[in-house]
């Protein structure tokens, strides 16, 4: 088969307009599904939600709320079964905390260490969210992985106004946790006996704390604070009958 020149010369400029067409048919097509197509799928509330704690965690309250609004699952928890509200405890972020909260998030929610985000942020002296929580349906009878109270720790560590919100909310000054100790007890015992620790002594003795109760071995908050030499809080208890 033979071919002529004209012959030749109109396929050479068919081979030229194809090539010159090629990129342009690449760029359609990588601009989006064709006519018909499916969408891509939604991101699942349990994937958003995943994204919820770690938006959480590097503290960035926009992305939370986009997240949310996006139907990010609420109470999604992650390998240490924390909740958002959980991570936003942990970093004392009371914005994000404030607007978990709002939307419904579960402030008893306990991860694997016992820990719930009331019980936290009365234990590390978290004022603002420990009241969010108190607001929003907190467990006074809720217990640590001690067997203790919010307010147990709160003592131990000097938590003044914690100490005092959760007198206020009703928590009981008189639980014993499995070390035998209540949060007089533990004001004492792992306190260092300057101001912070006598004053929550004052107070927990004025919310009708038992200054007579003892530890498991049978010693009183008048012989632990004698033992130690912590003069204001021998004469505290002392005025309230201590033995």
């Known amino acids: 088969m033979t071919f002529s020149s004209a012959g030749l010369r109109l396929?050479?400029?068919?081979?030229?307009?194809?090539?010159?067409?090629?990129?342009?048919?690449?760029?359609?097509?990588?601009?989006g599904p064709a006519p018909g197509a499916a969408a891509p799928a939604r991101q699942s509330s349990s994937a958003l939600?995943?994204?919820?704690?770690?938006?959480?965690?590097?503290?960035?309250?926009?992305?939370?709320?986009?997240l949310l609004a996006a139907g990010a699952e609420l109470e999604w928890r992650d390998g240490r079964q924390r909740t958002a509200l959980m991570a936003a405890t942990q970093r004392n972020n009371v914005e994000i905390a404030r607007l978990l909260i709002a939307r419904g998030a579960d402030v008893n929610a306990k991860d694997n260490n016992f820990d719930s985000p009331y019980l936290l942020a009365?234990?590390?002296?978290?004022?603002?969210?420990?009241?969010?929580?108190?607001?929003n349906g907190a467990n006074l009878k809720s217990l640590n992985r001690f067997g203790g109270t919010a307010l147990i720790p709160a003592c131990e560590r000097g938590h003044v106004e914690v100490v005092a919100t959760l007198i206020a909310a009703g928590?009981?000054?008189?639980q014993v946790n499995r070390l035998g100790w209540t949060c007089l007890l533990e004001a004492i015992i792992l306190g260092d006996g300057g101001p912070?620790?006598?004053?929550?002594?004052?107070?927990?003795?004025?919310?009708?704390a038992n200054v007579n109760l003892a530890d498991g071995?049978?010693?009183t908050p008048l012989a632990h604070a004698t033992?130690?030499?912590?003069?204001?809080?021998?004469?505290?208890?002392?005025?309230k009958g201590a033995r």
Request: hydrophobic share 55%; aromatic share 4%.
């Open 122 to 135: 009365g234990a590390s002296g978290y004022l603002d969210i420990l009241k969010l929580t108190l607001a």
């Open 227 to 239: 033992k130690r030499g912590y003069a204001d809080i021998v004469a505290i208890l002392r005025s």
């Open 11 to 31: 396929s050479a400029a068919l081979a030229l307009a194809l090539c010159a067409a090629a990129p342009n048919v690449a760029f359609a097509q990588s601009n």
């Open 196 to 208: 912070r620790q006598t004053e929550i002594v004052r107070r927990a003795v004025a919310a009708g």
């Open 171 to 174: 928590v009981a000054v008189d």
């Open 49 to 66: 939600g995943r994204q919820l704690i770690a938006a959480t965690d590097a503290g960035n309250a926009a992305e939370a709320a986009r």
């Open 217 to 219: 071995d049978g010693v």
